[in-house]
């Protein structure tokens, strides 16, 4: 059982990484939670800079500049400042401490697998222009990396709704290998450039920091053109590829008009109401995504806005994918592939998988009967498209 604590006009929940005031969601970069929330859960004593490096940043080498700005961040995100110091106090030469009154009550239980103890361990790796980012480990056997979608947040989708169920059934026969790329979850959210090549510079570092040889390379939506990328460009490190909700092309890059127009709306819209409660987009980007999808599930994907990262790199990202383009690559994948789509769905168009798998040599290719951009698990076709890739990952590559 999770703790919910309030303080103040403020309610900070550790499980879903929400930190609210006066029933407003305020978005705060992960590390900044982090110090948050271990001040608060050590409020009875002086926390020192050596126990917040070693919780926060794994016991890396941080810069007393980082940390004081990562202070003086979760202070101004409570109303608090420096000089005042009514809720974090600073002990000279010792530490920070929580001062605020704080109480506590339970939160809901996180839902198999995501209960605290079988919850992967978070480790981070640095890439060449030295962005942290967050990846984990879960199940054992044949490992099968998950590339980083556009929302993604190990935490975070380990215990949702709308994940756990899938992470579930990997992780009984496999190792799942997640991460969440630069800007998004707990990866750095302060970089400056979300270039696609980057994005797969990302996964690189990930795959070099695991230790992992050979793997099976599973790419979701926007996912599927990173794991095209990669399986093109290293045919000997990928035994199988499978393509789920993907495309090729983004939607500024298919030649048609109306899929440009509406990539300018969407942007648009996003920056208006970007993880805003009271915002039309929220529902709206969650009926776009996940028409069928329940209460529960909606819920978890309108809150995922603002615990995923911010609304600037929300957009920053938005536009790399919509200018997108591997299709070049698809002809020299090697790997043995599996594409899974949805017939109805509106995010990437059932013709973008069609386009994939006339190009993809000997690639095999599934058709959901859902709407949903990617099926869940209530559904009929959650089964089949589970059992086909299973299938498909236990044949010889």
């Known amino acids: 059982m999770a703790m919910v604590y309030r303080f103040g006009g403020f309610t900070l929940d550790p499980l879903t990484y929400d930190l609210q005031c006066d029933g407003e969601p305020i978005s705060v970069e992960p590390q900044v939670f982090s110090v948050i929330n271990l001040l608060i859960e050590n409020r009875d004593h002086v926390v020192s800079k050596d126990e917040l490096i070693e919780a926060v940043w794994d016991g890396r080498i941080v810069s007393d500049a980082t940390l004081s700005s990562r202070i003086s961040a979760a202070r101004s995100a ?6 005042d110091q009514n809720i ?3 002990i000279p030469r010792r530490g920070f401490r929580f001062v605020a009154e704080v109480s506590a ?13 079988t919850r992967p361990t ?26 980083a979608n556009w ?12 994940w756990a169920p899938l992470f579930h059934e990997f992780t009984r026969h496999r190792q799942l290998l997640r991460y969440d790329s630069r800007g998004v979850g707990l990866s750095d959210w302060d970089v400056g450039d979300f270039a696609f090549d980057l994005l797969v510079e990302d996964m690189e570092a990930v795959i070099d920091a695991s230790g992992v040889e050979k793997f099976a390379l599973l790419g979701i939506s926007q ?14 490190r990928v035994s199988h590829l499978i393509l789920w909700g993907g495309f090729a092309r ?31 987009f929220r529902q709206m980007f969650a009926s776009l995504y996940l028409p069928d999808a329940n209460d529960e599930q909606i819920k978890w994907w309108t809150d995922m806005q603002r615990t995923a990262t911010s609304p600037e790199n929300a957009v920053h990202l938005r536009e790399t994918i919509d200018d997108l383009d591997v299709t070049e690559q698809l002809s020299k994948v090697q ?41 869940l698990h209530q559904e009929p076709s959650w089964q089949r498209a589970v059992s086909e890739i299973e299938a498909f990952l236990s044949s010889a590559p």
């Open 250 to 280: 983004g939607r500024r890059k298919r030649g048609n008009q109306d899929d440009y127009a509406e990539s300018e709306a969407f942007i648009t819209l996003m920056r208006q109401g970007w993880g805003k409660e009271t915002s039309p």
């Open 122 to 147: 978070i480790r981070y790796c640095t890439t060449a222009d030295d962005v942290q980012l967050a990846y984990a480990f879960a199940g054992e056997g044949p490992p099968l990396l998950k590339v």
């Open 223 to 236: 996912g599927a053109a990173i794991a095209i990328d990669y399986a093109a460009r290293n045919p000997d």
């Open 335 to 375: 790997t043995p592939t599996l594409i899974v789509h949805s017939e109805r769905e509106a995010v990437a168009p059932l013709s973008e998988a069609r386009f994939m798998a006339a190009r993809i040599p000997n690639a095999k290719f599934v058709a959901l009967d859902s709407a949903n951009h990617l099926v």
């Open 88 to 90: 974090i106090r600073t």
């Open 78 to 83: 409570r109303g608090d400042t420096g000089q």
């Open 105 to 117: 009550d339970g939160a809901t239980e996180n839902p198999p697998p995501g209960s605290p103890d």
């Open 151 to 162: 929302l993604n947040h190990l935490e975070f989708d380990w215990a949702s709704p709308m």
